[in-house]
C-alpha cells in the first residue's frame, strides 16, 4: 500500500499515531495469528444492491485444520446479516448451528475433523458496509471495505463505480473469511454487475455470463492463493487498456477521458515487471497484472494480487504528464508489491516493514534504472527526510506492542525500512543481497515472512552472521547523529576525522562505511567502522587533503553535521560527484551568501547536469540581491532550460522583479503546455499587470486546468476578481485533490467568500472547506487547522464586521469548539 501520501508528504510528522488515553496495549503483545483452521479455497456469488449499497452473497468456504483437531469455525464476518450457514455433504447444505455477534461467526461443525481433512461451509448473506462504523488511519482514512461510490448517480460529475479495500482486515466487512495476514486461499468470483460497467478482480476473467434482467455474471478465478486482504472487486464504466509482459495480460481500467494517455500514465509498467523479474531472480507470479482507478479512495493505492487499486490522482491528462509522471513511483512501489507482499506475505502486521520495506525501496531500484543515480539518490535522501522528520524514531521496526494494527502504517515501516534495505546492500554487496532476496522469495513463495525469515535467507547465501545487523536496525529503534569533524598533523603528515555519536541515550550504533580522502582530482578509499560513541580515524597523507568525504556513497541512514568549510564543499560539489555531495553543497552555500565564493558555487550549479540542483541553486539565489549577471542567467534559464519546472523557478525568481518588460516572457509562458509553467507565468504576470493577469485567468478557467495553473487561476480571481468569480473558484476549489496546497488555497478561498452577498453562495464556500478539513486524517489536523480554522475565523469576524450576522454565526455554528 501507498500512503495517502499527497497530503503526508509535506508533513511527515502527521502520520504519527493517536496514543492518548489507556496504555494498557503496551503490555499486549502482538504475536501472528493461532491458526486453528486454514482457509484453502474461497468461491463467492456476489449481486450488488446500488440503491442500499449491499452486497447480497453466497460464499462457499473450504478449510481444514492447521493441525489439531477441531469441531469449530470462527470467521471474522463485521456488521452482515446472516440468513444461512450450512455443512456441503455430498452437493447438498445441511444446516448447522451457529452464533453471531457482528464481528464473530461461530460455527459449530456437524463433526470434529482432523488435519488434512477438508470440509465446506457455506453461509448466505447480506453484506452493509456504509453501515459498519470502523476507524482508519493516517494511511487508511475509513476500514469498511467495500465502497458504493455515487450508487445512484445522483452527483452529475461523478462517476457510478464499487471498489474494495482490505488492508488491513476490512476484507471481513464484504466476505465472511478468516482475515489473517497469515492465511491463504484460492479464489473463485462470481460477479453479477450492471452490463453496461466492467468487473475486476484476482486472477483471470474465465468466463461471461448475459443475464435477462439487464446484468451479467462476470467469473474470475485466481488459482493460486494468497492473503484475504488481498481479495479484490472494482467495477465501474471503465476504458480498458490493453497492454502484455512475456504472453501475460497487462491492462490499465481508466475514465474513459483518460483513454488516451492511459499508456503514458501506466505504459511502463511491462518493463517495470521485466526489471524486477530479473533483478530478483523470480519471474513475476500471477497470471495477469491490471491496474484501475478509483474516486474517493481512501489511500493512495494498493496491491490488490493481480489487480491494483490507484487513487484518482494517478489520472493524469497530457498536460500534467508533461512535467513528469508524478505516479511513477507509485506505480512501481504496488507492481513490487506483487512479490514481498502478495507472493510472501508478512505473517503479521507486526512485521509489515517486510512488505512495506521492499516496495518503498522498489522505488529507488527502478529510478536507479529508468533515471539515473542521481533521481535514486534524491529518492533516498527524500525518504530519509521523511522518517527523520516524522517524530516516530522511538518506535521499533519490528513491533510487537502496538495500540492498534493500523498504526503500523507509519514512515518507520515505510522509509525507515528501504533505507535499512539500502544499508543492507551496500554492506553485503549487489550480487549477495538480490541473490538473498531471491532465496526469501522463493523459500517462501505463496506462504509467509518475517525478519527473521529475511536475516536467515541473507547469513545462508553470505555466510555471515547478520544478527548484529538485524538486531540494532530490525529489532530496535532511532538512528544515529553524528558530529563530523576533520584535523589535520603537518609535521606527522596524518589527517584525521573524529566523528561522534551524538544522539540522545546510551544507545551505539555500529556502522560501517566509507571515507574518500581527496586531493585535487584523485581520492583514496578506505573502508571503515565505527562502534564506540566517539572514533578517530588517522589516515597518512603525503599533504592536507582538499576535503574528506565520510559515508562516501551516502548510504547510512544518519542525521549528520559535518564540519567542512566553504572551500572543502566547493571541492565537493566539483569533484565527489553524487546527488548528495553537491546538494549538501549547494545548501551550504546557501546558507553563506555573503561569501563571493558561495554565490559563485550556486552560479555554477546553475548549469548543473540534474535540475533537482538547478532548481535548489535558483531558491537559494533568490535570497540575494541580484546583479547583471544573475539576473541575465535567471533570462536564460527561463527561456531556454530543458526542464519547464526549472523555467517556472526562474520565471518565480523574475517576478520578484517586477519589470514591466518581463510581461511578454510571462505571457508566452501561460501558453505552455506544462500546468507548472502556465501557472508560473501568470502568477507572475499578476505581479506587474494584475488588470491582465484577471482577465486572462478569466479565459484561461474555461478550459480544463490542473497542478499550479489551476491554484494560479483560482488564486488570481480570488485575489483580484469579485463575487461573479464565485462558480470558477468554486468548482476549482472543490476539484483540487488532497495536498498541502489545497490547504493553503483555504485560506486564500475563505478570504474570497468575505466578499460573498449571497448566502447560498456563502454558504457553499463554507460548507467546502469544511468538508476539505473532514478528509483530512485527524492526526495531521494540528497542522492543518491552524491554517484553515485560523482562515474561517478571521471570516466570521469580517463578516460580523460588515453587519453580516448571520453569515458570521453560520461560520462559528460550525467551528469545532462552538460544536462542543
Known amino acids: 500500500m501507498k500512503r495517502l501520501l499527497l497530503l503526508l508528504a509535506f508533513f511527515p510528522a502527521i502520520l504519527k499515531a493517536q496514543t492518548t488515553g489507556a496504555d494498557d496495549w503496551k503490555k499486549v503483545y502482538r504475536s501472528f495469528a493461532t491458526k486453528v483452521n486454514d482457509v484453502v479455497h474461497t468461491r463467492l456469488d456476489a449481486k450488488f444492491d ?38 456441503v455433504k ?33 453461509i448466505d448473506y447480506t453484506a452493509k458496509p456504509n453501515e459498519f462504523k470502523a476507524a482508519g488511519s493516517a494511511a487508511i482514512t475509513d476500514a469498511k471495505g467495500l465502497y458504493f461510490i ?20 476490512a476484507t471481513s466487512v464484504w466476505v465472511p473469511t478468516i482475515d489473517r495476514p497469515n492465511q491463504k486461499s484460492t479464489q473463485l468470483f462470481n460477479l453479477t454487475v450492471p452490463k453496461k460497467y466492467v468487473s475486476l478482480s484476482n486472477g483471470k476473467l474465465i468466463a461471461q455470463k448475459l443475464n435477462t434482467d439487464g446484468t451479467r455474471t462476470d467469473t474470475w478465478s485466481m488459482d493460486q492463493p494468497h492473503a484475504p486482504y488481498l481479495f ?25 477521458e483518460y483513454e488516451k494517455v492511459a499508456r503514458k500514465i501506466f505504459g511502463d509498467t511491462p518493463e517495470m515487471m521485466a526489471f524486477f523479474s530479473k533483478k530478483l531472480g523470480v519471474e513475476y507470479p500471477w497470471v495477469k497484472y491490471s491496474q484501475m482507478t478509483a ?42 508489491h506483487q512479490w514481498f507482499g502478495d507472493l510472501v506475505t508478512a505473517e503479521s502486521w507486526s512485521n509489515l516493514t517486510v512488505n512495506e520495506s521492499f516496495a518503498d525501496y522498489s522505488q529507488y531500484l527502478w529510478a536507479e534504472y529508468k533515471h539515473g543515480k542521481d533521481e535514486a539518490m534524491f529518492e533516498n535522501f527524500n525518504q530519509m527526510r521523511g522518517y527523520i522528520g516524522s517524530g516516530q524514531q522511538a518506535r521499533d521496526l519490528v513491533r510487537f506492542y502496538y495500540k492498534d494494527k493500523e ?89 584525521s576525522v573524529i566523528i561522534k555519536q551524538i544522539q540522545a541515550g546510551d544507545k551505539i550504533f555500529r556502522l560501517p562505511f566509507t571515507i574518500d580522502i581527496w586531493h585535487g582530482n584523485e581520492k583514496k578509499r578506505e573502508m571503515v567502522w565505527m562502534e564506540n560513541k566517539a572514533d578517530t580515524f588517522n589516515f597518512s ?12 556513497d551516502k548510504y547510512l541512514l544518519v542525521d549528520k553535521k559535518d564540519n567542512k568549510n566553504l572551500a572543502e564543499f566547493i571541492h565537493q560539489f566539483k569533484h565527489a560527484g553524487n546527488y548528495l555531495d ?50 541575465a542567467k535567471m533570462e536564460s534559464i527561463a527561456k531556454n532550460d530543458p526542464k519547464r519546472t526549472v523555467k517556472a523557478e526562474a520565471i518565480d525568481f523574475l517576478a520578484k522583479l517586477k519589470k514591466e518588460s518581463y510581461s511578454s516572457l510571462f505571457m508566452q509562458a501561460t501558453k505552455d503546455s506544462s500546468y507548472t509553467l502556465a501557472g508560473a507565468g501568470l502568477e507572475a504576470l499578476s505581479e506587474i499587470d494584475s488588470a491582465a493577469a484577471l482577465t486572462l485567468a478569466k479565459e484561461l478557467s474555461k478550459s480544463p486546468s490542473k497542478g499550479r495553473l489551476n491554484e494560479a487561476i483560482s488564486g488570481i480571481m480570488i485575489t483580484y476578481g469579485d463575487e461573479t468569480a464565485f462558480p470558477i473558484v468554486s468548482d476549482s476549489y472543490e476539484k483540487m485533490p488532497l495536498t498541502f496546497a489545497k490547504v493553503q488555497m483555504s485560506a486564500t478561498y475563505a478570504a474570497f467568500a468575505a466578499k460573498l452577498t449571497k448566502m447560498d453562495e456563502f454558504t457553499k464556500a463554507v460548507d467546502a472547506i469544511f468538508a476539505f478539513r473532514d478528509m483530512i486524517p485527524p492526526s495531521a489536523r494540528a497542522q492543518t487547522d491552524p491554517t484553515i480554522l485560523g482562515a474561517l475565523k478571521s471570516l466570521a469576524t469580517a463578516k460580523e464586521a460588515a453587519g453580516a450576522k448571520q453569515m458570521a454565526d453560520y461560520v462559528r455554528n460550525k467551528l469545532p469548539e462552538e460544536k462542543k
Open 50 to 87: 446500488y440503491d442500499k449499497s449491499y452486497l447480497n452473497g453466497k460464499v462457499w468456504i473450504t478449510l481444514e485444520p492447521h493441525f489439531y483437531s477441531t469441531d469449530s469455525l470462527q470467521l471474522d464476518a463485521k456488521g452482515m446479516n446472516i440468513h444461512q450457514v450450512a455443512i
Open 90 to 122: 455430498a452437493g447438498k447444505n445441511i444446516p448447522l448451528k451457529y452464533g453471531y455477534d457482528s464481528l464473530f461467526l461461530n460455527i459449530q461443525l456437524d463433526k470434529s475433523y482432523k488435519k488434512g481433512e477438508r470440509y465446506t461451509v457455506y
Open 150 to 169: 455515487n450508487p445512484k448517480g445522483e452527483e452529475k460529475d461523478k462517476p457510478t463505480q464499487i471498489w474494495t479495500q482490505g488492508e488491513t482486515e
Open 232 to 256: 479484490f472487486m472494482g467495477i465501474g464504466d471503465y476504458a480498458v487498456v490493453k497492454d502484455s509482459y512475456k504472453g501475460k495480460e497487462v491492462s490499465y481500467y481508466v475514465e474513459k
Open 295 to 336: 474516486r474517493d479512495y481512501v489511500s493512495g493505492a494498493m496491491e490488490n494480487t493481480t489487480a491494483t487499486l490507484h487513487q484518482e490522482s494517478a489520472q493524469q491528462d497530457a498536460r500534467e504528464l508533461v512535467d513528469g509522471n508524478g505516479w511513477e513511483s507509485t506505480i512501481a512501489h504496488e507492481l513490487f
Open 407 to 495: 498504526d503500523m502504517f507509519d514512515a518507520i515501516s515505510y522509509n525507515k525500512g528501504g533505507r535499512i534495505l539500502h544499508m543492507l546492500r551496500n554492506l553485503v554487496g549487489d550480487d549477495a543481497f538480490f541473490a538473498s532476496l531471491n532465496k526469501y522469495l522463493t523459500t517462501h513463495k505463496f506462504g509467509n515472512g518475517n525478519a527473521h525469515k529475511l536475516r536467515l535467507a541473507f547469513e545462508e547465501v553470505t555466510g555471515k552472521d547478520l544478527n548484529w545487523f538485524f538486531n540494532q536496525w530490525y529489532f530496535g529503534n532511532g538512528h544515529p547523529r553524528i558530529d563530523i569533524s576533520y584535523q589535520y598533523n603537518t609535521e606527522k603528515q596524518v589527517a
Open 541 to 552: 597523507v603525503k599533504s592536507k587533503p582538499d576535503q574528506i568525504n565520510v559515508d562516501a
Open 582 to 631: 553537491r546538494r549538501e553543497a549547494v545548501a551550504f552555500a546557501g546558507n553563506n551568501l555573503k561569501e563571493p565564493a558561495a554565490v559563485q558555487l550556486l552560479m555554477d550549479a546553475l548549469n548543473d547536469p540534474y535540475f533537482r540542483i538547478r532548481s535548489l541553486a535558483i531558491t537559494n539565489l533568490a535570497k540575494v540581491t541580484p546583479d547583471d549577471a544573475l539576473i
